[in-house]
């Protein structure tokens, strides 16, 4: 079994600053590409940033430059550092991989796992 674990979450005020993390832990044998979204209720599911095993990110337009991805391969382990949040980034952050599981078979192909989310609240 593979979880997503995501943390880092709360309530901050306009302006301030938080990183989640997220720990991608079970029988894995390659994590590649991983990610964070976010959802706010009654409104699609969106990406915030994702990040290649290379390292290669990609950001939604809006949030270039307040929001930085990164990733520590040997922990299996992203972040997502927010600066200048502001009361619309409210929502419920979650993390995603595309992770190859261990198997007495030998890996398959990638599935895709969803951690289970963590709040993020920004006060005006």
């Excluded at 940033?49 to 270039?64: F, V």
Aim: proline share 3%.
């Amino acid at each position: 079994q593979v979880r997503l674990v995501e943390s880092g979450g709360g309530l901050v005020e306009s302006g301030g600053s938080l990183r989640l993390s997220c720990v991608a832990s079970g029988s894995i044998f390659r994590v590649h590409h991983m990610g964070w979204y976010r959802q706010v209720p009654g409104e699609a599911r969106e990406l915030v940033a994702d990040i290649t095993a290379n390292g290669e990110t990609r950001y939604s337009d809006s949030l270039k430059g307040r929001f930085t991805i990164s990733r520590d391969n040997n922990k299996n382990t992203i972040y997502l550092h927010m600066s200048a949040l502001r009361p619309e980034d409210t929502a419920l952050y979650y993390c995603t991989a595309a992770i190859q599981q261990r198997s007495v078979y030998g890996p398959g192909a990638p599935d895709d796992f969803w951690g289970q989310g963590t709040q993020v609240t920004v006060s005006s």
